[in-house]
């Protein structure tokens, strides 16, 4: 019997410069028993979507690696593309595959933007279902603002992050 399968769709902004895209991609192939499905990078948009699957420990390891790569390697400070974008990891959504649920996924994707906070000092807004508050369901109202709104939007209380500092990180965005 084969335990729980998830996948993870993680956007980092970053399209166009192949030794970042490459590095975080190593990054995810490192971890035993997360399989590296699709890397798609879009110059315009500069940001690229990874897909990978795996149970769910090894999954959560692989985006969190990945996550220590992209924050170590892009600068949110010099960032421009067509794509709505909050941070250096953008979003990082966990989808059930077999063996497991929605709520199974919304339990893991808590455990880890808690460990993005406590480890990278990431600030992290949890949407979706994962979504502390109704009027974070919505990504686009999450997002609203972008990066470059980051800053005012920390400073209002009711935009408390779910996980990590409320102060703006610059290079790193939330």
């Not at 084969?2 to 971890?31: K, Q, T």
């Not at 035993?32 to 999954?59: C, E, I, M, N, Q």
């Not at 969190?64 to 600068?75: C, N, S, T």
């Not at 807004?125 to 972008?146: C, H, I, K």
């Amino acid at each position: 019997m084969h335990g729980p399968l998830i996948e993870c769709v993680p956007n980092f902004s970053e399209g166009r410069d192949p030794r970042v895209i490459e590095a975080i991609a190593a990054a995810i192939r490192s971890v035993d028993g997360a399989v590296l499905l699709d890397v798609d990078p879009g110059a315009s948009t500069h940001r690229t979507v990874y897909t990978f699957a795996g149970a769910p420990t090894a999954v959560l390891e692989a985006a969190f690696q990945a996550a220590k790569v992209g924050l170590e390697l892009i600068d949110m400070r010099r960032h421009t593309g067509e794509h709505p974008r909050f941070g250096a990891l953008d979003v990082c959504p966990l989808i059930p595959i077999s063996g497991c649920t929605m709520e199974d996924c919304v339990r893991w994707s808590k455990e880890l933007s808690r460990r993005f906070a406590d480890e990278l000092g990431m600030t992290i807004f949890n949407y979706a279902q994962s979504a502390s508050r109704p009027e974070r369901r919505l990504l686009p109202d999450v997002r609203s603002g972008e990066y470059e709104g980051l800053a005012a939007k920390l400073a209002q209380p009711e935009w408390a992050p779910d996980f990590g500092p409320a102060t703006f990180n610059p290079k790193s965005g939330a």
